[in-house]
Nanobody, 125 residues
């Protein structure tokens, strides 16, 4: 499996922006469809955004549509999550994940075989 390391989390005020990065190593990154998930305390891990292996398809949770943008740079083995207009309810640990094969079920955590360690995002009100 590909190894994933997230960075870019932190503390930001409501309405602010952050850009998360996820660097991949160990396998051919460009073969992987990539996703971002998040988990708040006491809640289940939830889908945020996904991007297909060449970047031709992107998908978003309704809660972040229009505010977050997922992108990837296969030459740099990195996937990004640009987060704008942040809200307190966006506070969570954010994880990137990778999957091979079909892009289908991009919003289901259990189909992703590779996960990063997570990065904390805290949005203050």
């Amino acid at each position: 499996q590909v190894q994933l390391v997230e960075s870019g989390g932190g503390l930001v005020q409501t309405g602010g922006s952050l850009r998360l990065s996820c660097a991949a190593s160990g396998r051919t990154f460009s073969n992987y469809h990539m996703g971002w998930f998040r988990q708040a305390p006491g809640k289940e891990r939830e889908f945020v955004a996904a991007i297909s292996w060449r970047g031709g398809s992107t998908s978003y949770a309704d809660s972040v549509k229009g505010r977050f943008t997922i992108s990837r740079d296969n030459a740099k083995n990195t996937v990004y999550l640009q987060m704008n207009s942040l809200k307190p309810e966006d506070t969570a640990v954010y994880y990137c994940a990778g999957k091979l094969g079909s892009y289908a079920y991009y919003d289901v955590p259990t189909v992703f075989g590779s996960w990063g360690q997570g990065t904390q995002v805290t949005v203050s009100s």
